[in-house]
């Protein structure tokens, strides 16, 4: 097996943000350790709330991001109403029951989130 050297690099910028690594020498028998100090990430997870529910004409939805599209489906997956980029949605056509959400975001995350029509 051939050595492996490690190099010693501080504060310098990479994808992640800052590191400190710790030089180190690797014979084959002990291995060189190392830190990295990355950046948090930001938040790209969105809350997203579904008002009134239950509700009977329509329901609006709240979320800190841009909605790509909405589609409604029942307890069989079948898609009854697709709407895009809308936060407010009218579900009139639609019978008393209990039906599925599954709104889409800019960010490409995917919520199901349940309401009530009565």
């Known amino acids: 097996m051939k050595n492996l050297s490690f190099y010693y690099c501080q504060n310098k910028p990479f994808l992640f943000g800052k590191g400190l690594f710790l030089s180190g020498y690797c014979n084959g028998s002990a291995a060189g350790m190392g830190k990295i100090a ?7 997870s969105s ?17 800190s991001l ?12 079948q898609i009854l ?4 980029k809308k936060k407010s949605i009218s579900i009139e056509s639609l019978s008393t029951g209990i039906y599925f959400v599954t709104i889409k ?9 349940k309401i009530i029509i009565n």
């Open 47 to 63: 809350d997203i709330t579904l008002y009134p529910n239950p509700t009977h004409t329509e329901f609006n939805i709240k979320s």
């Open 81 to 84: 109403l697709t709407s895009y």
């Open 105 to 113: 975001l800019q960010n490409g995350e995917v919520k199901i989130q």
């Open 66 to 77: 841009k909605i790509e599209s909405v589609t409604i489906t029942n307890s069989l997956g």
């Open 38 to 44: 990355v950046q948090k990430n930001k938040e790209t």
